[in-house]
């Protein structure tokens, strides 16, 4: 069988492009999306011709090449796809996506703070992206019109022990170029009056809330206006590295070099690349509230706590949402499932079974010491205990201003299996023709255009 395929884009294609003919029998092909043409014999069929009744073992014949091929449309598969686009104009690109849309999971659920880069200590990658990924993210607000606003963040000791603290991230700033002032009490009060601070305070003019959906829709829909193609509903069920092809629930693609964009299964993916095999995710379910309106006026941006530097999570703190309202940011228990954001819903019974036999080797080993980390954490699922890590702050929030909200996101946090350890930075892993994006964390949407360049390496 002589097989063909079609280059173009959902803009420029014409109908006229496509014969229209009988269905073969030996076409595979499937509808679920209309920039995708299978193209099978010698002839050539538009999605209107394709049956849907045809069977997997014909669906499965499907092949199609592309340079590069992406697994997954979150915030790190769309940048690198952006990336790409703009070195080499003319590649041809295949986005697959198993979701109907891109965003769906962490890009489009986060909190959508734009950081500034301070807490990354020297060396690091996040270190080494975020603050430039900050400007470039609001560069391409201001030029798409993104809903983003510019209302600083304020970091709070509460104790003299968090003081030295306070200093490191002061060094971090100064080391990552990243514009950070450390004012009185009385200065960070003029900027937050609600809040109360041990004799000194960070104030971080550099940090924006941005409308992190609006970020996603917006590169998809540029991203197809150059060009690059999308297959949603489909999930890369298996790859062969030697071949260089992913076959999806559909069909078989074909790559020049792969990027692994798949976000909290992107070490699902990467393994059947036979890379990142020291590596495993264990999912983190952050649940927000909110403040009721009326006491909105008590917080005018973002205020954290002094971080706990040994652990992942950046503790209880207030955000400005840029719908408006303020959200008190999240909790980060450990989760039945990468995608199981409802209490009975999605639970992924092997993946529950492998994140508690993870988390208990964690607990037992207590490396980083991660049952401090636990204990905290799973508190704070309390209302009541919430309630007390967000008065540290805000001394002045009362049971009465906080509201659960229906927003809740995961975050997958990248163990490495050997040293039994959280990985802190963001890994990048290479195989033969396919890169691995493996622990694409917080903050990684603020990084994410110049993470992207540096994904592609020398790609
Ligand atoms: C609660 C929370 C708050 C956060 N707050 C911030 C913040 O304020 N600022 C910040 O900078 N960062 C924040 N982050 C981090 C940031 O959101 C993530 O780092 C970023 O969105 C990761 O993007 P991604 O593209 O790697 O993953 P995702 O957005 O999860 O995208 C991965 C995609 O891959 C798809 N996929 C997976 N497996 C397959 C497969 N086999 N086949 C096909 N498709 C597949 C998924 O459906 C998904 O759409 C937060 C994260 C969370 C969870």
Redesign the pocket.
């Given at each position: 069988m002589q097989l063909k395929w079609c280059r173009g884009t959902e803009s420029n294609r014409r109908h006229e492009d496509f014969q229209s003919t009988a269905l073969p029998t030996e076409l595979a092909a499937h509808t679920l999306n209309p920039v995708t043409l299978y193209l099978a014999s010698d002839k050539v069929f538009r999605p209107s011709d394709i049956s849907k009744s045809l069977d997997t073992r014909e669906l499965l014949m499907t092949i199609m090449t592309y340079d590069f091929i992406i697994?997954?449309?979150?915030?790190?598969?769309l940048t690198v796809a952006n990336s790409l686009k703009h070195r080499n104009p003319s590649s041809n690109i295949l986005v697959?996506?198993?979701?109907p849309t891109?965003?769906?999971?962490?890009?489009g659920?986060?909190?959508?703070?734009?950081?500034s880069g301070i807490y990354y200590g020297p060396g690091t990658l996040k270190a080494k992206v975020c603050a430039r990924g900050n400007e470039r993210m609001l560069a391409f607000a201001k030029e798409h019109k993104i809903p983003c606003n510019n209302v600083g963040k304020v970091i709070i000791p509460v104790e003299e022990s968090d003081l030295p603290t306070l200093d490191k991230l002061m060094a971090n700033a100064k080391h990552n170029g990243v514009r950070a002032e450390k004012l009185t009490a009385t200065e960070i009060k003029e900027i937050e009056p609600y809040c109360d601070p041990y004799e000194v305070g960070i104030y971080c003019p550099d940090t924006s809330i941005i409308d992190s959906k609006a970020v996603v829709a917006k590169l998809r829909s540029i991203l197809s206006l150059k060009g690059v193609e999308f297959l949603f509903n489909?999930?890369?069920v298996s790859a062969n590295a030697a071949e260089k092809w992913v076959q999806t629930t559909i069909g078989r693609y074909h790559f020049g070099h792969l990027f692994n964009?798949?976000?909290?299964?992107a070490d699902v993916?990467a393994k059947m690349f036979g890379v990142g095999k020291g590596y495993r995710f264990v999912p983190f379910k952050?649940i927000y509230f909110k403040l009721k309106p009326e006491f909105n006026n008590m917080v005018r941006g973002n205020i954290y706590p002094v971080p706990d530097i040994r652990f992942p999570f950046l503790g209880v703190h207030f955000s400005v949402s840029i719908g408006g309202g303020v959200y008190v940011v999240?909790t980060a228990i450990p989760a039945f499932g990468r995608e199981n954001y409802f209490p009975f819903k999605d639970i992924n019974l092997a993946e529950a079974i492998w994140s508690g036999f993870n988390l208990a080797k964690l607990y037992i080993s207590d490396r980083h010491n991660f049952r401090e980390l636990v204990h905290r954490e799973v508190a704070n699922y309390s209302k009541s205990n919430f309630l007390k890590a967000a008065r540290i702050l805000v001394p002045s929030v009362t049971a009465d201003a906080l509201l659960r909200s229906d927003k809740v996101?995961?975050?997958p946090q990248l163990v490495n299996i050997r040293k039994g350890e959280f990985e802190l930075d963001y890994v990048v892993e290479r195989g033969k023709n396919s890169t691995h994006?493996l622990n694409?964390?917080?903050?990684?949407?603020?990084?994410s255009f110049e993470f992207a360049d540096k994904v592609l390496g020398t790609t």
């Open positions: 697994v997954g449309a979150g915030i790190i598969g697959i996506e198993k979701e891109p965003g769906l999971h962490a890009s659920r986060n909190s959508g703070i734009l950081h489909q999930k890369v964009c798949a976000g909290a299964y993916l952050g999240p996101g995961i975050r994006v694409a964390i917080s903050p990684a949407f603020t990084s």
